[in-house]
């Protein structure tokens, strides 16, 4: 099992910054991935970010490209996500998933994750 801790939400202003930790605990040693994903309100969870554990490939949804960066620090089991100019639109749940193996699953979908955090909410003012 691993149990993941996301922290560092808030409320901030459009143009604004935001950093994003989670904490992953357990059986990290397992790990293949780390993502980020989010669910605004009426709306379906969809895909943010990835970082793969070992090698640092990482992957972005177009709408974050540019604006967002995932990063890992493996001998703090964290992972991060740094996001710059923040817009309304980037309001949602945050959610950090962990993924234990690569399957047949594509890494942006849901099902390609094991475990999930709790969540942090992110409200950007416009």
């Known amino acids: 099992q691993v149990q993941l801790v996301e922290s560092g939400g808030g409320l901030v202003q459009a143009g604004g910054s935001l950093r994003l930790s989670c904490a992953a605990s357990?059986?990290?040693?397992?790990?293949?991935?780390m993502g980020w994903f989010r669910q605004a309100p009426g709306k379906e969870r969809e895909f943010v970010a990835v970082?793969?554990?070992?090698?640092?490939?990482?992957n972005y949804a177009d709408a974050v490209k540019g604006r967002f960066t995932i990063s890992r620090d493996n001998p703090k089991n964290t992972v991060y996500l740094q996001m710059n100019s923040l817009k309304a639109e980037d309001t949602a749940v945050y959610y950090c998933?962990?993924?234990?193996?690569?399957?047949?699953?594509?890494?942006?979908?849901?099902?390609?994750?094991?475990?999930w955090g709790q969540g942090t909410q992110v409200t950007v003012s416009s």
């Open positions: 998933a962990s993924r234990a193996y690569s399957g047949t699953y594509y890494y942006n979908s849901q099902l390609a994750y094991h475990y």
């Open positions: 357990g059986r990290t040693f397992s790990t293949y991935a």
């Open positions: 970082i793969t554990w070992s090698g640092s490939n990482t």
